[in-house]
């Protein structure tokens, strides 16, 4: 068994039991934020809604799979989630923060966790079979051509909140739900919506002359000023490879060339030659920027790396080795069953002191690529159940 298959072993035998058991609110419903090294839950902490439309995805997706039969835990937790933050202030969206008690902490509506709410209820239209899930997409749909529409294409950050810097990483979050809602629906409307945001990427985060994507933008998405303008993610370099390449299999149109220049940059410049994991800031020249490491990196670095070996890319095979690697020797090791260490250092020392939730939709966003052969990946799609 290649590591890759390994890893959706551990997703599906060890990572999904642990979170379904231990990642629930018993006392207040909803999924919890974080749970300590020893699986006991973190309480207080605020919720952000992002996380349980992670979650929400994670349980969803596992059912529409056959991998798991914890579809309740998606649906009330969709229904809490509905109740507790769409529109529940009287403001149109969805709020940004909850208490752990289910209150609003933070009504700003924010792009990023409008992205996840699309996804998930794409998952739950998909796994459940009933409509309202999508209906609700629309109206969520329907509230950001309303309310969030920026200039020059894209969204704006959010509404009562920070403006500046913009930011890719929304965005590509959003081309991936809208891709999510095609697959679900069929409906052409949802390619095109992604189709627009893929254009945002070919227009203005891709720098082609650097083979670099670019994180931060002022408001009429030129550069950031200063160190923000700089920054470069090899996490997202090989986050935007998988979705370039989903686009390509969604749509039927040509790869674009981006989907193994950004890999390429990330392993020519992103990799940590002491710990093997993936850094998490460098600048357009390979400078690294921030050293260290976290649990998401390396699987969207394994997620890119199956998908190029797919291609008949031969070096990709060898980067599938070595983000398996990283999992297991760093983050997977001297934990729990199910849990991680979800961050290191440049020297490769633990940094994380509890286990966020918000990591295990980045687990289960590559089980399905884990669970196929080095030559599946051309043909490869997820039929509806």
Known sequence: MDGARKIAEWCLHEALPFWAANGWDTVNGGFLESVTFDGAPVRGDVRRVRVQARQIYVFARAYHEGWADNLNRAEEAADLLRRRAWQADGQPGWAHLLTDAGQISDPVRDLYDHAFILLALAWLGRATGNTAYFDLADETLEFLDASMAGGGGGYVESLGGAQLPRRQNPHMHLFE?????????????????????????????????????REFYDQAWGGARGTAGRIVEPGHLCEWSTLLYEFHRVSGESLSPACEVLYLTAMRHGVNPKTGLLYAAIDPRGQVLDASSRTWMQTEWLRSAILLRGKGIEYASEGVERACAGLFDYYLRDVLSGCWVDRFDAAGNREADRIPASTLYHLFGIVGECMMTPTDAVGWVIEPK
């Open 177 to 213: 739900a809208l891709m999510a809602l095609y697959r679900a629906t069929g409906r052409p409307v949802m390619l095109d919506r992604a189709r627009v945001i893929k254009g945002l990427f070919d227009q203005i985060y891709y720098d082609a002359d650097k083979a670099v994507l």
